[in-house]
């Protein structure tokens, strides 16, 4: 099948309680490990490309490498998604090139402008068929503005404006800030999520999906593996895979994963250059670090709830 919209993914997924896990893709074997994950496991899948990742590796070559991914797993509902969007020109350039789902993140400005910015996105998305996420509240790490994990607290959804917010824009999904960040670093020692929050704006908000970003775990294996090998990341901290679970049996349909993609492959690369330095063939260091992203991939599927569930998201 072509590339779909996230409508049906969020249907199923809002009424039978998993999320479709959105994953972001910046070259060929991210894409590639995350596909065989996908094909084991049948599951509805959202690939999603950041402004940084269509800067990196050029739209073209990624809108590429999805049209295989596509066209090799005809049983699979995937949506191709613009992750963070922060123009009304990225993301009209995006529905443009063929994307079926854009977000537009104007978090950062005041209600006002946020909706004005949200509701001209909508209208040119929904004219071409394509959908949209928008967010209130504010995450940590790439959401500058927003200083540290001290800060993240304070930035949470307020549930009270959620239903002006949706009503005045046409949103089809939102992105909720209910305690997590972007990035290794997202808490200082356990973990505090806003499950209130969550189920605050789903009393206000029946039946409308929601998307939780920020939701890597920072897997044990991977870090260890990383601070093992030469890399130093031993304060990285993520979301317990128990509270990504239970969000993804809340109003949370879409996950956001993407440390969890690049620690996996940052692991596996150090690892090959540790034990093998002589190794200088590509596919010696990429192969291992795309099969860590396949079997990752495969865990997370089942974290989530939505393997096994793309007949029902097509
Ligand atoms: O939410 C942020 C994603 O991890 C994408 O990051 O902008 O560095 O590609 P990026
Ligand atoms: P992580 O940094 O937790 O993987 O979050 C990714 C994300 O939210 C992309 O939008
Ligand atoms: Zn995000």
Redesign the pocket.
């Known amino acids: 099948m072509a590339l779909v919209t996230t409508k049906k993914m969020f249907e199923a997924a809002y009424k039978n309680h998993y999320a479709v896990g959105a994953f972001?893709v910046?070259n060929m074997e991210i894409t590639q490990g995350i596909m065989e994950a996908i094909a084991e496991e049948k599951a509805p899948l959202i690939l999603q490309i950041?402004?940084?990742?269509r800067e990196y590796a050029s739209i073209g070559y990624l809108k590429a490498i999805i049209d295989v991914a596509v066209s090799e797993n005809p049983d699979i509902p995937i949506s191709m998604h613009l992750?963070?969007g922060d123009t009304f020109e990225l993301c009209k350039q995006c529905v443009d090139d063929g994307f079926t789902s854009v977000m537009i993140d104007a978090s950062s400005k005041p209600f006002d402008e946020n909706v004005k910015l949200t509701k001209k996105v909508v209208e040119y998305a929904h004219d071409h068929g394509v959908v949209v996420e928008a967010e209130l509240g504010q995450l940590g790490?790439?959401e500058e503005h927003v200083q540290g994990v001290d800060d993240v607290s304070k930035h949470l959804t307020d549930p009270d404006q959620v239903v002006e917010f949706v009503g005045k824009t046409g949103c089809d999904s939102l992105a909720v800030a209910c305690g997590t960040s972007?990035g290794a670093y997202k808490f200082k020692s356990a973990s505090t999520l806003a499950f209130n929050v969550i189920e605050d704006v789903e009393k206000k908000l029946p039946n409308f999906p929601l998307v939780m970003?920020g939701s890597s775990s920072v897997l044990k294996e991977f870090k260890d593996l990383i601070n093992k090998y030469g890399g130093k990341m031993p304060d990285a901290m993520g979301v317990p895979e128990d509270a990504i679970t239970k969000a993804s049996k809340m109003a949370i349909c879409k996950v956001?994963i993407?440390?969890d993609l690049r620690m996996a492959l940052t692991a596996k690369i150090r690892q090959v250059f540790a034990e093998k330095p002589g190794e200088f063939d590509p596919r010696k260091y990429l192969g291992p670090g795309r099969e860590a992203i396949k079997q990752m991939v495969k865990h997370k599927l089942n974290i989530l709830g939505c393997a096994g569930k793309a007949g029902e998201c097509r």
């Open positions: 972001n910046n950041s402004k940084g990742a992750d963070h790490g790439i972007h970003h956001n993407d440390t």
